[in-house]
């Protein structure tokens, strides 16, 4: 795929919130970066911090237009974000600026990623990227107590770096050779190279963190199937009827009828429909009693459970949690993806959300997670999701309010020994927080993903940054198109000398990845690759030039 040309050496983004200000701190505090900002208005929001940081241009303009982006020089620009909260806006903007640069670098944040998905294709060069999918990632690993995110979750999937011998060799993508020194490269090894030790990237399967196999504990497995029963909803009074009905027919049986009439008295019985006869023996009265009764309970039981499955979509209870859990706040988008990426990874997770028609809750319910509708401030509802014995707590609502007055009372319930994990819009105050609770970790999500965004705008293609150690590692969207070099390349020939990978290969044609492509595989025009490399690796997919002959 050849590489647009540099013309110029400035970067441009667009917007005035925390994101594009975390972008444009990014840029030129860590790469150097010559940038300019559009904002509408230098005096609001954020575009007081945008105006004080060294070494960016603010333009002001009453919206993103051409002439916007003419004061901007956006026809010698090497790349352009859209950051701002209207998807539709940042799309038409995107096509306004390519008009004046064709190949200008584009990266789009995106709310509905649905439209996202389908914007790469109206554009040369376009990233599309989404502020909660990247921030979601840290959040997991703050809840997990590590120092610094080292998974991400891609098309669908939780990538993780972890020791080679935590995970099975079927799990695992590729291996990791980190060097002590920082400016050492990584070196990316197929699974078959790998010893006995080291990191590894693998694919996360839900395996749960316990030991209790079904495998080597079949005996133990078996019996807590038979106590999940026992606790579900209507599991413990189906079993008193199913008892008493078996009991009724044994003693018609016992009292010498035919197993037919057996059936068809029961039944009747059942059905309120018993003929009394004083002259009948002992076991057939109290069978008549049993059976009467049974069915008379039986009714109002099949309409609650027909009324409950209409009203919740499910004719079980929720799940119990166990303890050993995480508790996630919040099943907006941000809520969702951290619950995914726990039960990804084989933790424990309940959901509590006030509102039943969030979008996390229909997910959660068919992971089989618990959840807990109500306010999640509330005693009563930390407490029913199981707070005595989390292991950690996630705040993660759409409300800065929310978020910290949940974390203040589980805090003055539980003490410092549950670690909570804090998102907040507002950076100053998630600082603050932090210093002030030593049990927190307060995150903000424009931070978070700030850093994926600047490395799209300098990179092509790339979705995600995945941090190994001192290292980081880039994550791109390859595209195989009809000019591209790497067409005809085996894929085995693109990853020699270790500083790429293929993670996952869509053929031609093909809408969803396989996460086992074989390395004899010719790419062909139309191919798209999920590409893991460094960054003197990455080029070899992304720029004109052909790569390096490989050496028998």
Same mark, same amino acid.
């Given at each position: 795929?050849?590489?647009?040309?540099?013309?110029?050496?400035?970067?441009?983004?667009?917007?005035?919130?925390?994101?594009?200000?975390?972008?444009?701190?990014?840029?030129?505090?860590?790469?150097g970066?010559?940038?300019?900002?559009?904002?509408?208005?230098?005096?609001?929001?954020?575009?007081?911090?945008?105006?004080?940081?060294?070494?960016?241009?603010?333009?002001?303009?009453?919206?993103?237009?051409?002439?916007?982006?003419?004061?901007?020089d956006?026809?010698?620009?090497?790349?352009?974000?859209?950051?701002?909260?209207?998807d539709?806006?940042?799309?038409?903007?995107?096509?306004?600026?390519?008009?004046?640069?064709?190949d200008?670098?584009?990266?789009?944040?995106?709310?509905?990623?649905?439209?996202?998905?389908?914007?790469?294709?109206?554009?040369?060069?376009?990233?599309?990227?989404?502020?909660?999918?990247?921030?979601?990632?840290?959040?997991?690993?703050?809840?997990?107590?590590?120092?610094?995110?080292?998974?991400?979750?891609?098309?669908?999937?939780?990538?993780?770096?972890?020791?080679?011998?935590?995970?099975?060799?079927?799990?695992?993508?590729?291996?990791?050779a980190?060097? !002590?020194?920082?400016?050492?490269?990584?070196?990316?090894?197929?699974?078959?190279?790998?010893?006995?030790?080291?990191?590894?990237?693998?694919?996360? !399967?839900?395996?749960?963190? !316990?030991?209790?196999?079904?495998?080597?504990?079949?005996?133990?497995n078996?019996?807590?199937?038979?106590?999940?029963?026992?606790?579900?909803?209507?599991?413990?009074?189906?079993?008193?009827?199913?008892?008493?009905?078996?009991?009724?027919?044994?003693?018609?049986?016992?009292?010498?009828?035919?197993?037919?009439?057996?059936?068809?008295?029961?039944?009747?019985?059942?059905?309120?429909?018993?003929?009394?006869?004083?002259?009948?023996?002992?076991?057939?009265?109290?069978?008549?009693?049993l059976l009467?009764?049974?069915?008379?309970?039986?009714?109002?039981?099949?309409?609650?459970?027909?009324?409950?499955a209409?009203?919740?979509?499910?004719?079980?209870?929720e799940?119990?949690?166990?303890?050993?859990?995480?508790?996630?706040?919040?099943?907006?988008?941000?809520?969702?993806?951290?619950?995914?990426?726990?039960?990804?990874?084989?933790?424990?997770?309940?959901?509590?959300?006030?509102?039943?028609?969030?979008?996390?809750?229909?997910?959660?319910?068919?992971?089989?997670?618990?959840?807990?509708?109500? !306010?999640?401030?509330?005693?009563?509802?930390?407490?029913?999701?199981?707070?005595?014995?989390?292991?950690?707590?996630?705040?993660?609502?759409?409300?800065?309010?929310?978020?910290?007055?949940?974390?203040l009372?589980?805090?003055?319930?539980?003490?410092?020994?549950?670690?909570?994990?804090?998102?907040?819009?507002?950076?100053?105050?998630?600082?603050?927080?932090?210093?002030?609770?030593?049990?927190?970790?307060?995150?903000?999500?424009?931070?978070?993903?700030?850093?994926?965004?600047?490395?799209?705008?300098?990179?092509?293609?790339?979705?995600?940054?995945?941090?190994?150690g001192?290292?980081?590692?880039?994550?791109?969207?390859?595209?195989?198109?009809?000019?591209?070099?790497?067409?005809?390349?085996?894929?085995?020939?693109?990853?020699?000398?270790?500083?790429?990978?293929?993670?996952?290969?869509?053929?031609?044609?093909?809408?969803?990845?396989?996460?086992?492509?074989?390395?004899?595989?010719?790419?062909?025009?139309?191919?798209?690759?999920?590409?893991?490399?460094?960054?003197?690796?990455?080029?070899?997919?992304?720029?004109?030039?052909?790569?390096?002959?490989?050496?028998?």
């Amino acid at each position: 795929m050849p590489v647009p040309p540099t013309t110029g050496i400035h970067l441009v983004v667009c917007g005035d919130n925390p994101l594009a200000y975390r972008i444009a701190m990014e840029l030129t505090t860590t790469y150097g970066e010559t940038v300019t900002v559009i904002v509408a208005d230098r005096l609001k929001n954020h575009g007081p911090r945008i105006s004080a940081l060294p070494g960016v241009t603010v333009i002001e303009g009453p919206g993103l237009t051409s002439e916007a982006f003419t004061a901007a020089d956006i026809a010698t620009a090497r790349a352009l974000a859209l950051v701002g909260a209207d998807d539709l806006g940042n799309f038409h903007a995107a096509l306004r600026a390519q008009d004046l640069n064709p190949d200008l670098r584009l990266v789009v944040a995106a709310y509905n990623r649905r439209l996202g998905d389908h914007l790469t294709g109206f554009f040369r060069d376009c990233t599309v990227l989404s502020r909660s999918q990247l921030a979601a990632p840290a959040l997991v690993a703050a809840a997990l107590g590590e120092i610094a995110p080292s998974l991400v979750r891609l098309s669908g999937r939780t990538l993780f770096v972890a020791k080679r011998g935590d995970r099975q060799a079927g799990q695992v993508l590729c291996g990791l050779a980190v060097p !002590d020194d920082p400016a050492g490269t990584v070196q990316l090894l197929a699974p078959d190279d790998l010893d006995g030790s080291g990191l590894v990237l693998a694919v996360a !399967d839900g395996t749960p963190r !316990d030991p209790l196999t079904r495998q080597r504990y079949p005996v133990r497995n078996a019996l807590r199937m038979a106590m999940r029963l026992l606790w579900n909803k209507f599991g413990l009074t189906f079993g008193v009827l199913l008892a008493l009905a078996l009991a009724g027919f044994s003693l018609l049986a016992a009292a010498g009828h035919a197993p037919a009439d057996v059936i068809y008295l029961g039944i009747m019985d059942m059905t309120g429909s018993a003929l009394t006869n004083q002259a009948d023996a002992g076991p057939e009265k109290v069978a008549q009693v049993l059976l009467t009764v049974d069915g008379m309970a039986l009714l109002p039981l099949v309409t609650a459970i027909i009324v409950g499955a209409r009203l919740t979509g499910t004719v079980r209870g929720e799940p119990r949690q166990h303890g050993g859990h995480v508790i996630v706040v919040g099943a907006g988008d941000i809520g969702t993806r951290v619950a995914g990426g726990l039960h990804d990874l084989g933790f424990d997770v309940v959901v509590v959300d006030r509102d039943a028609r969030a979008r996390g809750v229909p997910l959660a319910r068919r992971l089989g997670l618990p959840v807990v509708l109500g !306010d999640a401030p509330s005693e009563g509802t930390l407490s029913q999701a199981g707070l005595d014995s989390a292991i950690a707590l996630v705040c993660a609502t759409s409300s800065d309010m929310i978020n910290l007055e949940t974390t203040l009372q589980a805090s003055a319930l539980r003490g410092n020994d549950l670690r909570i994990v804090l998102r907040l819009f507002d950076e100053d105050l998630a600082q603050r927080v932090s210093k002030t609770l030593g049990n927190v970790v307060s995150q903000s999500v424009s931070s978070l993903a700030a850093p994926a965004f600047a490395a799209a705008m300098l990179e092509h293609k790339v979705l995600r940054t995945i941090a190994v150690g001192r290292h980081v590692l880039l994550i791109a969207d390859v595209r195989v198109d009809a000019d591209a070099d790497v067409a005809g390349w085996f894929i085995d020939d693109l990853e020699r000398g270790g500083v790429a990978r293929v993670l996952a290969l869509a053929e031609r044609g093909a809408s969803r990845f396989g996460w086992a492509p074989p390395r004899d595989r010719r790419l062909v025009t139309g191919d798209r690759l999920i590409v893991l490399a460094t960054r003197a690796g990455l080029p070899a997919f992304l720029s004109g030039n052909r790569p390096p002959v490989a050496t028998p």
